[in-house]
C-alpha cells in the first residue's frame, strides 16, 4: 500500500487521566501508522487530544492501553529518534541562541566541540548565522522558532514532531517558516525522513502534509485519514486545495 | 531612487518589520503570479494594513518588490530572495543591506572607532543626530535585527557593543 518503509506505528493506543471528576478518557483506540519520507499532520478541535497523543508518540507519556513501537520494537520510555519543537518555542531566556541550541545535545553524549559543531551546522541550515549571542528577547517571533526549529534538527532524529509550531506567529512570519520547514524535511543531507506537526488549521496541513490525520474528541479518536496527492509547491489558489480544506472542514464540523 | 553617496543626503529611516515577514511578503505576492493590489493583500491574510505597509516598505527598501500605485511588484532580486538557499539568501541581503543609508552611516562610524566598536548609548546618540524625528530605539533595534540576518553587524548584550560582522 505504501511505498515507503514503515518507521513507528501506534497500536489500539488509550489513554486517560484521573481528576476529581472521575476518569477522563482523553484517547481511545488510536491506530496509526508512519512511513519514512512523509509528513503528516493531524488536525482536529482543541480538546480531541492530539497534543496527548504527540506526547505519546515521543514516549513523554505512557499510554494507558496499547502500545507504540518504532521500526517494530516497542518503546518503553523517550524516542531518541524524535525531537519536538513547540508552540511558544520553548527557549530558556537566560542563554543565548547558541546556548540554547547546544543545551538540546547535552543529554546527547557529545563532546563540548562536538556539540558547538552540531550547533553551528543547524544554526547555518535555519539562517540564524550572526545570531548566536542573541538572546531570545531580542529576536521576533519568527527567529525564536528559528532557534526551536534548530535545536529539534540538531539532535539529528529521524522524526520531526511539530506541535502547533506556526500559530504564534504573525501571518507573514508563519508562511516564510512553512516553506523553509519544507524545504528543510526535503534536503537530502538531513536526517529527519518524517515530520508529524499537530495544527488546528486546515488550510496549513494542506499546504504542507501528504497526508492528513483527522482527530474529534470526547474521546479523543481518529474520524478519518485524507491523502493529499498535491505536487509541492502548492498553489494555495487552486481548485484542488480548495477541494481538500472543504473535505477536511466537513469532516470537522 | 538617487543612489548619491554624499554625506549630506537626508538619510531614511528603517521601518520596523522583520526579515521573515518580508521574506513571507515575498512568497504571497509570488502565490499571485508576482504582482497584486497591496489593499487585497491585506484583507486576504487579515492582518492590519499599518502592519502590510511597514512590511511592504521594507521590501521595497531592500528592492525585493516594486510599489507603483496600488500595485506590489516582485523584482527579479525578489523572487530570486525565495527561490534559492540560505547562504545565498543571506548574501543577497547583506548587498541590499550595504546600499541602505543608515547602514553606511553606522559602519563608516564604527569604522573611524579605533576599535571598529560602539557601545549601544553611543551608537543610539548618533542615530538621534541623524534621525532626530524618529524614536532612536527602535531604528536600533531594526538595524541589529537586520544587520544580524545580513551578518553585516553584530551585536552582544553581555559586552554592549555594536560592530561589523567580519563573517
Avoid at chain 1, 205 to 215: L, P
Avoid at chain 2, 8 to 33: F, R, W
Avoid at chain 2, 151 to 161: K, N, P, V
Wanted: glycine content about 8%; some cysteine; overall charge negative.
Amino acid at each position: 500500500m505504501n511505498e515507503f518503509e514503515k518507521i513507528l506505528s501506534v497500536e489500539n493506543v488509550g489513554r486517560s487521566f484521573k481528576t476529581k471528576a472521575g476518569n477522563f478518557i482523553a484517547l481511545e483506540n488510536i491506530n496509526l501508522d508512519f512511513f519514512e519520507e512523509e509528513f503528516v499532520a493531524i488536525v482536529g478541535p482543541s480538546g480531541c487530544g492530539k497534543s496527548t497523543l504527540l506526547k505519546i508518540i515521543n514516549g513523554m507519556l505512557k499510554p494507558s492501553t496499547g502500545k507504540t513501537s518504532f521500526r517494530g520494537k516497542a518503546l518503553g520510555g523517550i524516542n531518541l529518534e524524535c525531537s519536538m519543537v513547540y508552540q511558544n518555542f520553548g527557549l530558556l531566556p537566560w542563554l543565548s541562541v547558541l546556548e540554547n541550541i547546544e543545551l538540546g545535545l547535552l543529554s546527547r553524549e557529545l563532546s563540548n566541540a562536538q556539540a558547538q559543531k552540531k550547533a553551528a551546522h543547524y544554526i547555518d541550515k535555519v539562517g540564524l548565522d550572526g545570531h548566536e549571542e542573541a538572546y531570545p528577547r531580542e529576536l521576533s517571533g519568527g527567529m525564536k522558532q528559528r532557534v526551536g526549529f534548530a535545536r529539534a534538527l540538531a539532535i539529528e532524529p529521524e522524526i520531526l514532531l511539530m506541535d502547533e509550531p506556526f500559530s504564534s506567529l504573525d501571518p507573514l512570519t508563519a508562511i516564510n517558516l512553512r516553506e523553509e520547514i519544507l524545504d528543510i524535511w526535503e534536503d537530502p543531507n538531513l536526517r529527519i525522513t518524517t515530520v508529524i506537526m499537530i495544527t488546528h488549521q486546515i488550510e496549513e496541513a494542506v499546504e504542507m502534509a501528504d497526508r492528513v490525520i483527522v482527530m474529534d474528541g470526547s474521546p479523543g479518536h481518529v474520524v478519518k485519514e485524507v491523502k493529499i496527492p498535491l505536487e509541492r509547491p502548492r498553489n494555495r489558489k487552486s481548485k484542488e486545495f480548495d477541494h481538500y480544506v472543504g473535505e477536511i472542514f466537513e469532516l470537522i464540523t | 531612487m538617487d543612489h548619491d553617496s554624499s554625506s549630506n543626503k537626508e538619510i531614511q529611516s528603517l521601518p520596523a518589520a522583520g526579515i521573515s515577514e518580508t521574506l513571507g511578503l515575498l512568497e504571497v505576492i509570488d502565490d499571485h503570479g508576482g504582482e497584486e493590489k497591496s489593499y487585497s493583500l491585506a484583507s486576504e491574510l487579515n492582518i492590519e494594513t499599518d502592519s502590510l505597509l511597514t512590511t511592504i516598505k521594507a521590501a521595497e527598501m531592500f528592492g525585493f518588490i516594486d510599489t507603483p500605485g496600488r500595485d506590489v511588484i516582485l523584482t527579479p532580486i525578489g523572487k530570486q530572495m525565495i527561490e534559492t538557499e540560505m547562504n545565498t539568501k543571506k548574501q543577497l541581503l547583506l548587498e541590499q543591506l550595504r546600499k541602505i543609508e543608515l547602514f553606511a552611516k553606522v559602519k563608516e562610524a564604527l569604522e573611524s572607532q579605533e576599535e571598529e566598536r560602539l557601545s549601544r548609548d553611543d551608537l543610539l546618540k548618533m542615530i538621534q543626530s541623524w534621525l532626530p524625528n524618529e524614536k532612536a530605539e527602535d531604528q536600533f533595534e531594526t538595524l541589529i535585527n537586520w544587520g544580524r540576518w545580513g551578518e553585516f553587524l553584530g551585536y552582544s548584550q553581555d559586552d554592549d557593543y555594536v560592530y561589523l560582522d567580519q563573517g
